[in-house]
């Protein structure tokens, strides 16, 4: 079992920036992709970026690419989510996920989701 647990999400004024934080726990994960989704209000989950552990391979939705940066501390089993010129349509409730596939498809463990809201 893994436990995931997010924090960093907050309120944030459009063109700002928010740091996501994912402490992850349990078993090994010496092999696991860790990464990010998020879920809009009355839309689906999707797929916002991932990072694997072996070699800091990165993908990205492409609606983030050149805004999120991904990366990991995998001494300190966290993975962050470093989000710059945030628009409103950003808001969302952010996942971390863990997943023994690349690029996390599909998700073997999710964390409880941290808020982020962009005002215009």
């Known amino acids: 079992q893994v436990q995931l647990v997010e924090s960093g999400g907050g309120l944030v004024q459009a063109g700002g920036s928010l740091r996501l934080s994912c402490v992850a726990s349990?078993?090994?994960?010496?092999?696991?992709?860790l990464g990010w989704f998020r879920q809009a209000p009355g839309k689906e989950r999707e797929f916002v970026a991932a990072i694997r552990r072996s070699d800091y391979l990165t993908y990205y939705a492409d609606f983030v690419k050149g805004r999120f940066t991904i990366s990991r501390d995998n001494a300190k089993n966290t993975v962050y989510l470093q989000t710059n010129t945030l628009k409103p349509e950003d808001t969302a409730v952010y996942y971390c996920?863990?997943?023994?596939?690349?690029?996390?498809?599909?998700?073997?463990?999710w964390g409880q989701g941290t808020q982020v809201t962009v005002s215009s």
């Open positions: 349990g078993r090994t994960l010496s092999n696991y992709v």
């Open positions: 996920a863990a997943g023994s596939s690349w690029p996390l498809n599909p998700v073997d463990y």
